[in-house]
């Protein structure tokens, strides 16, 4: 009766990551009403400096108010309805862009496709590089709702990229061979490689290497290269952020064919904070994808109040550069708030660098060395310890015991209380398993007397035959 779409389970809903998201909503702490209840930690929702956006809305009541030097705006917006979207916001973006990027590389509005967010230009872009069955190709760990947006509706496939912790998750050449060899295996033509830089959820810039080795890759193979820059301007530390444009810029690609197979998608949900406006976008090289991607934007356009109100905001460079430095700071003292509070409890991240999360090392506190015992260490977490975090396997991690930890969409008190929730819980598994080493050395300690008993009655036993 329906159809094949709306049956089929590619959309990845029932991955643990989102379930954990439904537990939580079951039982959401809440300092006062719900003090016991779970704490978010599995959303990467920047909150930390919305009181800068808000103190900026209140300064600036006419652009709320849709004013212009005291004329409405109102029927000017509400009637807009190119697809190609706002040219000031578009002019607005590409200046953000190359801010953020050092003003190392040149964004041009041209080649920019506004869509609702990251989640539609991901999408839209596997639309317009890859037939349904053919592949792209993604490192792993990767941010699990890329099955949806790569997959589910276009058909794509996704062939992983492995990489494990020996190298902190770098991607290498051989890496990238081997996945292109099993997309061979599988009968599935590679159209190109995406890469999150900085990564979700490894929180993790990509080094310059790294970028040479995708790029040399795609070059060898004629493939596209997909950059997913979501996090670039939650970059706190360094090493700096190297865009792929500006990798590829280094490498002279600019004026050869290979220039065309480079796109990035962007989204301000998590630099500037505002998910909810869902305002993405592709910046690509290619004409044609730029041209094909606006006919799609259709399904998908960024309201028109949208696109003028965050024109305005961007406009303002004062308040944009304060901002960006300021919750480079707040993000940075968090992490360290999230990191110095795990090795208190005994747990280490991978080191990081930039997002609104860490990568965390939970190895030593499993029971085996299995994604069935990752799955009950998280269900534990989650039900008993009161944490939703979310579990390398739903981020397609191969080494069981890694988990994704959020701390930007919280209080600081929060925090803290979620540090002490873990501190509790490892000191419990300490402490049971110092019962249980207390209860084996006694049993042994008494099978020793025992057997110390049994020895020496032997021997008496021997003496007195001797005797
Ligand atoms: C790597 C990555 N890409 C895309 C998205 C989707 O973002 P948007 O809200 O812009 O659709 C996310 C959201 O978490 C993400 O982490």
Redesign the pocket.
């Known amino acids: 009766m329906l159809s094949r779409k709306a049956i089929c389970d590619s959309h990845g809903q029932d991955s643990s990551y989102f379930n954990g998201w439904q537990e939580y909503e079951n039982n959401p702490y809440d300092e006062v009403r719900n003090p016991t209840g779970i704490i978010q930690m599995g959303l ?1 929702e920047n909150q930390l400096s919305l009181d800068l956006v808000e103190s900026w809305l209140a300064s600036n009541p006419d652009v709320v108010g849709f004013k212009k030097n005291e004329r409405s705006m109102f029927r000017e917006l509400v009637l807009f309805q190119d697809y190609r979207g706002l040219p000031a916001f578009k002019n607005e973006l590409v200046e953000f862009m190359a801010e953020i990027r050092g003003n190392k590389v040149k964004f041009d509005p041209n080649k920019l496709v506004l869509t ?7 999408e839209t872009l596997m639309f317009c590089l890859a037939e349904p069955g053919e592949a792209f190709l993604l490192p792993t760990p990767y ?1 699990p ?2 099955d949806r ?1 790569l997959k589910w509706r276009t058909g794509v496939e996704i062939v992983p990229i492995h990489c494990s912790s020996w190298n902190h998750f770098k991607v290498t050449e051989s890496a990238l061979e081997e996945a292109y060899e099993q997309a061979q295996k599988l009968d599935l033509k590679v159209k190109g490689v995406l890469i ?1 830089n900085p990564s ?1 959820p490894l929180g993790t810039t990509m080094s310059r290497e790294e970028l040479n080795h995708v790029i040399s890759f795609a070059v060898d193979k004629e493939i596209h290269i997909v950059s ?1 820059e ?2 670039s301007g939650t970059v706190f530390d360094s090493p700096s952020f190297i865009s792929i444009t500006e990798a590829a810029k280094n490498r002279n690609l600019e004026n050869t064919d290979f220039w065309k197979h480079i796109h990035i ?1 962007y ?1 301000l ?2 630099d500037l904070g505002v ?1 909810g406006f ?3 976008m592709i910046y690509s090289n290619n004409e044609t994808v730029i041209a094909a991607a606006t006919k799609m934007s259709s399904f998908g356009l960024i309201s028109s109040q949208t696109q003028y109100l965050l024109s305005n905001i961007l406009a303002d460079r004062k308040f944009t550069r304060n901002y960006m430095m300021e919750n480079q700071k707040r993000l940075k003292k968090r992490q360290e708030m999230l990191v110095s509070g795990l090795e208190n409890a005994g747990v280490w991240c991978l080191q990081s660098n930039a997002g609104l999360f860490c990568w965390v090392d939970m190895r030593e506190l499993l029971e085996s060395d299995t994604f069935e015992a990752e799955m009950e260490l998280w269900k534990k977490i989650l039900c008993e310890v009161g944490l939703n975090i979310s579990p390398g396997s739903s981020f397609h991690c191969t080494e069981p015991g890694w988990f994704r930890v959020c701390f930007a969409n919280m209080s600081k008190e929060t925090l803290k209380l979620s540090m002490q929730r873990i501190k509790d819980f490892v000191d419990s598994i300490d402490q049971s398993k110092d019962n249980r080493n207390n209860l084996q050395f006694s049993v042994s300690n008494s099978r020793r007397r025992s057997l110390t008993k049994w020895v020496f009655q032997l021997s008496f036993f021997d003496r007195e035959k001797d005797r």
């Open positions: 990467a609702a967010g990251s989640t539609s230009a991901n941010y709702g890329f947006d999150t979700n997913d979501i996090y998608v989204s949900s998590k998910p869902r305002v993405g």
